[in-house]
């Protein structure tokens, strides 16, 4: 294995959790900008009346939208199989538990088809993607819960030169060591938004995973602040001793969202959310 598939190797520009609150009501926002973000021409401003049943308009697709998407999610439940839950709502989760035991922490023992491949890449993909790849011993753990045997007995050592390299830590803020300078936290976290099976028999997979990342340093004097970034990696899954282990893997970027105009939040909001919410056990 080689770092790529940890959000923030080699690139210092790198960037969990976001709450929600208010009054409950649903607003529907319109861009300020000045142009189509997706490279479309610069629409002149109509009459007020136009702006109006063009407000409207937004808002019935909305809801069409919304009652089309639970139609589907409802349809997807009476399915016969993983395949016709996926064609009918991608974006449906099945509503089944993904695994009942944990390895070094990490959920494991998956189910034998193409739904616990997709848990198993999601979890995986997050385990990867941690703080804990920066501690020679929680690394060597991931990498054995996470690679078939065989593939991580011949990948620890390059997984070890790359994630203690002194340059390399020293690029992204980190001590020799790969800990956080002191008044600090080092943020290292996928969310997965969404996996796809590409390819799939009997004892093989490969799944699309999509996730956003967060990585950084958290702290007053940060020269590497957190930042996000948004990836597509794929996973090449073998059913080996019973679960679904990683081989290989491939990494692009993108899909990459139009960002919001939100204000970036404090070096001490950041931490506080780092470290008061926890991750979750993704299931397909």
Do not use: C
């Not at 753990?141 to 065989?150: E, F, G, L, Q, S």
């Amino acid at each position: 294995m080689s770092p790529g598939d940890e959000p923030g190797y080699g690139d210092t520009s790198h960037g969990e959790d976001r709450g929600y609150g208010g009054s409950g009501q649903t607003r529907t926002r319109l861009p300020d900008r000045t142009g189509d973000v997706y490279g479309g021409a610069r629409r002149g401003r109509g009459s007020s009346s136009r702006s109006l049943v063009t407000v409207v308009g937004v808002v019935v697709l909305l809801i069409a939208a919304i009652a089309f998407a639970n139609r589907g999610g409802d349809d997807s439940s009476s399915g016969n199989g993983d395949g016709d839950k996926a064609r009918t709502s991608p974006t449906a989760a099945s509503g089944d538990r993904p695994v009942d035991t944990q390895t070094s922490g990490i959920p494991s023992g998956y189910a034998h088809n193409a739904q616990g491949a997709q848990s198993a890449a999601a979890n995986y993909g997050v385990a990867l993607g941690s703080t804990g790849m920066f501690n020679t011993g929680q690394r060597h753990a991931i990498v054995a819960a996470v690679y078939a045997p065989d593939v991580a007995a011949a990948r620890q050592a390059d997984v070890d030169k790359a994630y203690s390299s002194e340059k390399f830590l020293t690029n992204i803020g980190l001590k020799k060591d790969g800990s956080a300078p002191a008044g600090q936290t080092f943020v290292s976290r996928i969310v997965p938004v969404g996996t796809k099976v590409t390819s799939s028999s009997a004892d093989s997979a490969t799944v699309e995973l999509w996730y956003t990342s967060l990585f950084g340093l958290s702290g007053e004097g940060s020269r590497n602040p957190v930042s996000e970034s948004w990836y597509t990696t794929t996973y090449q899954l073998k059913w080996i001793n019973e679960d679904w282990k990683v081989t290989d893997f491939t990494q692009k970027d993108g899909p990459v969202p139009v960002g919001r105009d939100q204000r970036a939040s404090t070096a001490d909001d950041m931490t506080k959310a780092v470290e008061e919410y926890g991750g979750f056990t993704y299931a397909r």
